[in-house]
């Protein structure tokens, strides 16, 4: 199959921005070095308010980037493919990789006293049930494999649905997107109550909405570049300004904040999210070179190794450049980040060298 180069770009991008996201929660909601935002958040100080809330919240797309690119590249399934055929090719890359990571992430941390002996046999437990204590990035595998699952149930309708039944599809998905400020402002609405979260775009709303969009903007979308970076450039410019925004207003510094209140603009199927991804995205599909640098190519064929184990290089540079260099937020966060997304590739690439390394990283 050939290579979409702009999509290489976007799966970097998108990885790096995952790493970002996670060296910024140091400063406002983790109680250890390579800890998720807990359910509560505290900001210590104005610079690390300031700073969390634009690289935190500028990075906000990566998620949907990732889920754009898949759907992008999946929806709908290829002419002739059968569902069991889908599902066999589909899991059998994702899958044992997600696996040997759950055991590593229930395991490895007791070597340097992370996690203790009851911690490590409570998660290898409950490895069907849910992602491990220390590895809460994993949450993104499960509505990652519901889009897989879902693909080929939509896909007979994507394959002659014409342009304006997807955009009908679209809007609505949009719609569902207010959802949860119409409920922080108005409320419950539209059939939403105390025995009922199924409210009436419930079917529109949620990562399925960004399948249709990346179906749309394939298929669809029949804007020349100029227009695509125009219009980008302006839903990203938005977008940004508004989930930076919406976190900023409410971090007050020195404050315990419930992190769900603080982060109601960062979720991914907000408006403004969707606003912020899909100027990226249109930004990046102006990308028009027949072939990337090989560096490129590499970086985006290891970039789901490198993703599944950013998290144990996280904790050694946070403590680098939080505790023992004690750099200032504004350069800590990036410092990080950047160090962090380097290690993980040098160590996808050595793994790659390894016979049968597809099972480990991909």
Same mark, same amino acid.
């Given at each position: 199959?050939?290579?979409?180069? $702009?999509?290489?770009? #976007?799966?970097?991008?998108?990885?790096?921005?995952?790493?970002?996201?996670?060296?910024?929660?140091?400063?406002?909601?983790?109680?250890?070095?390579?800890?998720?935002?807990?359910?509560?958040?505290?900001?210590?100080?104005?610079?690390?308010?300031?700073?969390?809330? #634009?690289?935190?919240?500028?990075?906000?797309?990566?998620?949907?980037?990732?889920?754009?690119?898949?759907?992008?590249?999946?929806?709908?399934?290829? =002419?002739?493919?059968?569902?069991?055929?889908?599902?066999?090719?589909? $899991?059998?890359?994702?899958?044992?990789?997600? /696996?040997?990571? &759950?055991?590593?992430?229930?395991?490895?941390?007791?070597?340097?006293?992370?996690?203790?002996?009851?911690?490590?046999?409570?998660?290898?437990?409950?490895?069907?049930?849910?992602?491990?204590?220390?590895?809460?990035?994993?949450?993104?595998?499960?509505?990652?494999?519901?889009?897989?699952?879902?693909?080929?149930?939509?896909? +007979?309708?994507?394959?002659?649905?014409?342009?304006?039944?997807?955009?009908?599809?679209? /809007?609505?998905?949009?719609?569902?997107?207010?959802?949860?400020?119409?409920?922080?402002?108005?409320?419950?609405?539209?059939?939403?109550?105390?025995?009922?979260?199924?409210?009436?775009?419930?079917?529109?709303?949620?990562?399925?909405?960004?399948?249709?969009?990346?179906?749309?903007?394939? /298929?669809?979308?029949?804007?020349?570049?100029?227009?695509?970076?125009?219009?980008?450039?302006?839903?990203?410019?938005?977008?940004?300004?508004?989930?930076?925004?919406?976190?900023?207003?409410?971090?007050?510094?020195?404050?315990?904040?419930?992190?769900?209140?603080? =982060? #109601?603009?960062?979720? $991914?199927?907000?408006?403004?999210?969707? &606003?912020?991804?899909?100027?990226?995205?249109?930004?990046?599909?102006?990308?028009?070179? +027949?072939?990337?640098?090989?560096?490129?190519?590499?970086?985006?064929?290891?970039?789901?190794?490198?993703?599944?184990?950013?998290?144990?290089?996280?904790?050694?540079? /946070?403590?680098?450049?939080?505790?023992?260099?004690? $750099?200032?937020?504004?350069?800590?966060?990036?410092?990080?980040?950047?160090?962090?997304?380097?290690?993980?590739?040098?160590?996808?690439?050595?793994?790659?060298?390894? +016979?049968?390394?597809?099972?480990?990283?991909?």
């Amino acid at each position: 199959m050939k290579r979409i180069v $702009f999509l290489d770009y #976007i799966r970097i991008f998108a990885c790096f921005l995952v790493m970002l996201v996670h060296a910024s929660e140091n400063y406002y909601g983790a109680a250890g070095s390579t800890d998720m935002a807990g359910p509560q958040s505290y900001l210590a100080s104005e610079a690390d308010r300031l700073w969390v809330s #634009i690289y935190d919240g500028f990075s906000r797309m990566a998620v949907p980037l990732f889920m754009i690119v898949s759907a992008y590249l999946l929806a709908p399934m290829k =002419e002739g493919q059968t569902m069991g055929q889908f599902y066999r090719h589909r $899991f059998a890359r994702i899958l044992p990789p997600f /696996v040997i990571f &759950m055991v590593l992430y229930s395991t490895l941390p007791m070597l340097w006293g992370q996690i203790d002996s009851a911690t490590s046999v409570r998660d290898l437990s409950r490895i069907l049930l849910n992602f491990p204590t220390l590895a809460g990035h994993l949450w993104f595998m499960y509505p990652l494999i519901s889009l897989y699952l879902f693909i080929p149930v939509i896909s +007979p309708w994507l394959s002659k649905a014409t342009a304006k039944e997807e955009r009908f599809f679209v /809007v609505l998905f949009l719609v569902s997107t207010c959802i949860p400020y119409l409920n922080r402002f108005c409320g419950e609405v539209w059939g939403q109550c105390f025995w009922n979260e199924y409210h009436m775009l419930w079917y529109f709303s949620g990562y399925l909405g960004y399948l249709v969009l990346a179906h749309y903007i394939r /298929v669809h979308l029949t804007w020349n570049r100029s227009r695509r970076l125009s219009v980008g450039i302006v839903l990203m410019v938005v977008g940004a300004l508004w989930t930076i925004y919406s976190f900023y207003v409410q971090a007050v510094p020195g404050q315990v904040i419930a992190t769900p209140v603080l =982060e #109601i603009g960062w979720a $991914f199927c907000t408006i403004n999210c969707v &606003m912020l991804t899909t100027g990226v995205f249109l930004i990046f599909s102006t990308i028009q070179a +027949p072939s990337a640098p090989r560096l490129v190519t590499d970086m985006s064929k290891l970039s789901y190794g490198m993703y599944l184990m950013h998290i144990f290089w996280l904790g050694l540079w /946070v403590t680098v450049f939080k505790q023992t260099l004690e $750099f200032p937020t504004v350069a800590a966060i990036p410092c990080i980040a950047v160090s962090t997304f380097v290690c993980c590739y040098i160590t996808a690439k050595v793994i790659s060298l390894v +016979p049968g390394s597809k099972w480990i990283i991909g």
